[in-house]
């Protein structure tokens, strides 16, 4: 089987669907994970966010943004905002799945979006919002190497995890760190059927039911 014919079967074994339509209103947010193939390899694209940015500037993330109401769901969301930061046209995804979402440290349900674009795609940054857009091989997710991770961070599932990337096409290094790889983590675990080399804080095999305990109890809560 192609490889992104594998990984499209795998990852929609964890596609949510409608299964969270009951859970109380909550602020939402939607980010896309572009995933596409390179040399026989699964590949995924990031952005640098802006520093003009009120909200966590300067930081690695993936297209995405705040539900808008003009907004259906949250696969809607996810592609509006890949087009408005990196000119990314809805049509040139191939939307596999939606993964579970985790909410993040300022109260945002955030939902990854996954989606296969052509390695084709040349992105256009509005640079109000994003200063760079770069790609990262999916296994880097699963590797030691470059990989730290703190403990008992505020907000988090699990163990902080954090991540130095230099890109080999500019030579500029890059922090992804937080919920971006918490997501990054995820999707390579389910794409590649890999387990990560270093302790991740949930079971690879069933890598959304952590966090399904974990949003249920946050929503407990409210």
Do not use: W
């Not at 995924?44 to 109401?69: H, I, M, N, Q, Y």
């Not at 790889?181 to 270093?198: D, Q, S």
């Amino acid at each position: 089987m192609h490889i992104k014919e594998k990984a499209t079967d795998l990852l929609k074994r964890f596609d949510i669907g409608d299964k969270l339509s009951s859970l109380p209103v909550l602020p939402r947010a939607s980010v896309l994970i572009p995933l596409f193939v390179k040399d026989g390899q699964l590949h995924t694209l990031l952005t640098l966010r802006s520093k003009e940015l009120r909200t966590s500037a300067g930081e690695v993330c993936f297209p995405g943004g705040k539900r808008d109401p003009s907004d259906t769901d949250d696969v809607d969301t996810a592609l509006r905002e890949a087009e408005e930061e990196i000119g990314l046209l809805p049509d040139d995804v191939e939307v596999v799945c939606t993964l579970f979402p985790i909410i993040n440290k300022t109260g945002l349900l955030v939902t990854p979006v996954v989606g296969f674009i052509e390695e084709s795609f040349h992105p256009s940054p509005n640079p109000a919002e994003v200063s760079a857009v770069f790609t990262v091989p999916l296994d880097f997710f699963t590797s030691e190497k470059d990989h730290y991770a703190a403990h008992g961070a505020a907000g988090m599932v699990g163990p902080m995890h954090s991540f130095y990337f230099e890109d080999p096409d500019s030579g500029s290094r890059y922090h992804i760190f937080g919920l971006t790889a918490m997501f990054a983590i995820l999707v390579a675990t389910v794409a590649l059927k890999k387990t990560p080399e270093f302790e991740v804080g949930f079971d690879s095999e069933d890598p959304l039911s952590l966090l399904q305990e974990a949003l249920h109890r946050r929503i407990s809560k409210l």
